[in-house]
């Protein structure tokens, strides 16, 4: 399976751009970035492999339609584009692995 990083950091820094530009950001938060799972998704393994990188996880029944996704949660975060970035393009790597995809971020102040 091959992955497009570069335009998902792009996303990630223009829609970092976004908030940054229409509201106060606190100095640090919670950053939480949301995998959906594939068919077959290996949910034990996928925590498994974000808890011994330091992610905190929630398993999520899906909102409206349904699909679960695995929320990936780093504490207490300085907040930056770039933090934000490598969080998120770890996170990928290893949801890759175990049969997730990568469904955006939010933050949690």
């Keep these: 399976m091959t992955h497009d990083f570069a335009a998902q950091k ?3 820094y223009d829609v970092f751009a976004e908030i940054q530009n229409s509201s106060d950001l606190p100095e640090t938060s919670d950053i939480d970035y949301m995998f959906e799972a594939s068919e077959g998704a290996d949910w034990d393994g996928f925590e498994a492999a974000l808890d011994a990188a330091g992610y905190d996880t929630e398993r ?14 780093l504490v207490d ?14 996170a990928t790597k290893i949801a890759m692995q175990h049969g997730f995809s990568p469904d955006g971020w939010g933050l949690l102040a």
């Excluded at 899906?62 to 679960?68: A, S, V």
């Excluded at 975060?77 to 770890?90: C, H, R, V, Y």
Aim: hydrophobic share 40%.
């Design 10 to 12: 792009a996303e990630t």
């Design 77 to 90: 975060q300085p907040i930056s584009a770039l933090t934000i970035w490598m969080g998120e393009e770890m």
């Design 60 to 73: 999520e029944d899906g909102d409206g339609d349904g699909t679960p996704y695995l929320v990936a949660i």
